[in-house]
């Protein structure tokens, strides 16, 4: 029973298509995370949803657009993808702020290795 | 600005020997730590916290540390085990201000030799 899914694992596409990465969580939280991990292998945070409603977005190009149908749910679309755009993306999840006991405590996905040529 | 340093990209270690992997802070602010361990194309998976009201949490052969006047925490592992092998990543959170958003260190890459 995987805790954080993602799909897919690995992504390989063409510079100015436009992808999704799916992401859902069984653990009951109503926090959901974006990270993005660079070649230098930094976990950067991109978005973070709470109960639907979007709480973090850094400073991303807005071709990046976080999508959360449900709790459970966080999907990433990218449009018109660039070179740049290539390194593994992590969705996480956590209770949230209102737990008070698990807050900062982060459950990770596999990762989604995006190529783009 | 890196506000949560791992300045050591990697340790080797011998098996049944303490691996200490180490981790400082610039921001005052944090006041909630994580270690996380990560395999190759895995995701980071959660090992031990620590809050700033603590100085020490210890989780079976796990046991963090935090100096908040040195802004340094530190993660013991006793003994290294091979299947400790992995890129650990620190991680702190100002819960207070920033809710439950993580900084996260660069990384060490621990090995330990059988």
């Known amino acids: 029973d995987t805790a954080v899914s993602q799909t897919p694992k690995y992504l390989v596409t063409q510079m100015g298509n436009d992808k999704s990465i799916k992401c859902e969580q069984n653990?009951?939280?109503?926090?959901m995370y974006w990270y993005k991990q660079d070649s230098k292998k930094f976990l950067k945070i991109m978005f973070s949803?709470?109960?639907?409603?979007?709480?973090i977005n850094e400073t991303v190009p807005n071709r990046f657009s976080p999508k959360s149908p449900d709790k459970a749910h966080l999907n990433l679309h990218i449009n018109s993808l660039e070179l740049g755009d290539s390194a593994v993306y992590f969705c996480?999840?956590?209770?949230?702020?209102?737990?008070?006991?698990?807050?900062?405590?982060?459950?990770f996905g596999p990762g989604t290795r995006l190529t783009v040529l | 600005d890196q506000q949560v340093k791992q300045n050591s990209p990697s340790l080797s270690v011998q098996e049944g020997r303490i691996s200490i992997l180490n981790c400082d802070y610039t921001?005052?602010?944090?006041?909630?730590f994580l270690w996380y361990k990560k395999y190759p194309a895995e995701g980071p998976t959660f090992l031990i916290s620590?809050?700033?009201?603590?100085d020490k949490n210890e989780d079976g052969r796990f046991t963090v540390f935090l100096n908040k006047s040195a802004k340094h925490l530190s993660l013991h592992i006793v003994p290294s085990q091979p299947g400790d092998s992995a890129v650990y990543f620190c991680?702190?959170?100002?819960?207070?201000?920033?809710?439950?958003?993580?900084?996260f260190g660069e990384g060490t890459q621990l090995t330990v030799n059988p």
């Open positions: 921001n005052s602010m944090f006041d909630y």
């Open positions: 653990l009951g939280h109503d926090t």
């Open positions: 949803y709470n109960n639907k409603e979007l709480i």
């Open positions: 620590i809050s700033s009201i603590k």
């Open positions: 991680a702190a959170s100002a819960r207070k201000t920033s809710g439950s958003r993580l900084t």
């Open positions: 996480a999840s956590s209770a949230g702020a209102t737990s008070g006991i698990l807050i900062g405590t982060q459950y």
